[in-house]
């Protein structure tokens, strides 16, 4: 079993920034994919980024340029800084981790999550 934990959400203003982390623990060893999700209220959960375990990333149009994912594999840790906030990334942000190597933009494709940080930007 793998456990994930999100922390670093918050309130924020517009054109802020935040820097998201989730740390993992338990059965971490492996060259898995790690990704960030986001479901804002009576929406689906929806890709944000994703990072391959040798650093290719993968991001959805909407954040290009404003958000950036990282990982740190000797720490199990995955990170995602976002600025230039906007209302419409008000959301609970996920943590995930993929079944393999790929990075991919459907939940189905990532096999643990954790419990979500919350995200609001005012405006």
């Known amino acids: 079993q793998v456990q994930l934990v999100e922390s670093g959400g918050g309130l924020v203003q517009a054109g802020g920034s935040l820097r998201l982390s989730c740390v993992a623990s338990g059965r971490t060893s492996g060259t898995y994919a790690m990704a960030w999700f986001r479901q804002a209220p009576g929406k689906e959960r929806e890709f944000v980024a994703g990072i391959t375990w040798t650093g290719g990333t993968v991001y959805t149009d909407s954040v290009k340029g404003r958000f950036t994912i990282s990982r740190d594999n000797a720490k199990t840790t995955v990170s995602l800084q976002m600025s230039g906030l906007k209302p419409e990334d008000t959301a609970v942000y996920y943590c995930?981790?993929?079944?393999?190597?790929?990075?991919?933009?459907?939940?189905?494709?990532?096999?643990?999550w954790g419990r979500g940080t919350q995200v609001t930007v005012s405006s």
């Open positions: 995930a981790r993929a079944r393999d190597y790929m990075v991919s933009r459907n939940t189905g494709a990532y096999m643990y």
